[in-house]
């Protein structure tokens, strides 16, 4: 079957060549989704970027929203895969397939499957292609397309990849409440610092990271967010930048902490079992609070973690000194 496709594709190339649209060449190109829409109401957007040397998808970031009973997720180089392949269904291109085992249940992956209407090298590079609105092919589940398809939307060749920019995130304290909470989010900063949620006051801690949309390179993850509802005795927030964490957290606690984002900014996690951060990045540490009003802290100095932890709280993280996320730059 693999030779089968093999040779309709170079078929379909030379086809594509003869009808004067394109041959194949050598370079990257980038593709940014436009008004992608799942059979669910749902929406696709972000982009890659393609190399046609070894015919793959070298970067991407691919952001779904929640439905048919997924969550909300972004695909990038650090919680996903890529491969590329042909269809008997559609035989003038290869789909591209994210593929994430942290995203789905850790056995299942969580795939989602975009197949342009031509050959991404084709040349020369048509300025826009349709996606394939095939079910079978384009669409997202777990382990395959099942739970809902792309209905419609298409792929747009652009010039530049995606921007990368960087933003603090800062932390407020609650006194009354005895909280903390932070946010990279300006509106919502601002209206915590003029009073119109009342109570919060800056620590004057924050760190930074990669404002949500930034080109992921291949350590950079989207962090979730998820609200404590106040239903369940709660009214407090909590974030992640393991995709299998956030997954988990709805799986097993979905009835008292609800997700509010997928990616409310980007950071890189560190090596689950040692816990050491990539080059050039600063431990950020996690403690809990062991109340049944829950509430996380997150803090880069080791100082301010002692201090918590003299007052009852507990460390949460990975390797032995328990560091959760990589804020950028050097301690």
Not at 298 to 324: C, F, H, K, L, N
Request: net charge negative.
């Amino acid at each position: 079957m693999k030779f089968r496709l093999d040779w309709m594709r170079a078929v379909a190339l030379a086809a594509v060549v003869a009808c004067g649209i394109g041959s194949a060449s050598g370079a990257t190109t980038y593709w940014q989704l436009q008004n992608v829409t799942m059979s669910d109401g749902t929406t696709v957007t972000g982009s890659l970027a393609y190399d046609d040397g070894p015919n793959s998808v070298t970067s991407w970031w691919i952001r779904v929203q929640g439905g048919s009973g997924l969550l909300p997720f972004t695909y990038v180089p650090a919680n996903s895969s890529t491969i590329m392949a042909g269809s008997l269904l559609h035989t003038t291109a290869d789909y591209v397939e994210f593929r994430s085992l942290e995203g789905g249940n850790g056995v299942v992956p969580r795939v989602l499957r975009l197949m342009p209407q031509w050959y991404f090298e084709s040349t020369p590079t048509p300025s826009t292609m349709a996606i394939i609105t095939i079910p079978e092919i384009s669409g997202e589940g777990m382990g395959g397309t099942s739970a809902r398809s792309v209905v419609g939307g298409q792929f747009k060749n652009v010039m530049l990849v995606p921007p990368v920019a960087l933003v603090d995130v800062i932390e407020f304290y609650h006194a009354g409440f005895d909280h903390y909470f932070m946010s990279a989010d300006s509106i919502e900063i601002n209206a915590l610092d003029t009073g119109y949620f009342t109570g919060w006051a800056r620590t004057g801690y924050s760190f930074s990271a990669y404002v949500t949309g930034s080109s992921p390179g291949t350590t950079l993850r989207p962090v979730c967010r998820y609200y404590g509802l106040p239903s369940a005795g709660l009214d407090s927030h909590f974030y992640s930048a393991s995709a299998a964490e956030c997954w988990q957290v709805n799986a097993y606690y979905g009835t008292e902490w609800q997700i509010e984002s997928d990616n409310v900014f980007q950071i890189a996690l560190p090596n689950t079992t040692t816990g050491a951060c990539p080059a050039n990045t600063t431990p950020v540490y996690r403690v809990f609070n062991k109340r049944p009003d829950a509430n996380h802290r997150y803090m880069t100095s080791t100082v301010v973690r002692a201090q918590m932890e003299a007052a009852g709280w507990i460390r949460e993280g990975y390797g032995p000194d328990a560091t959760i996320m990589c804020a950028v730059g050097a301690p």
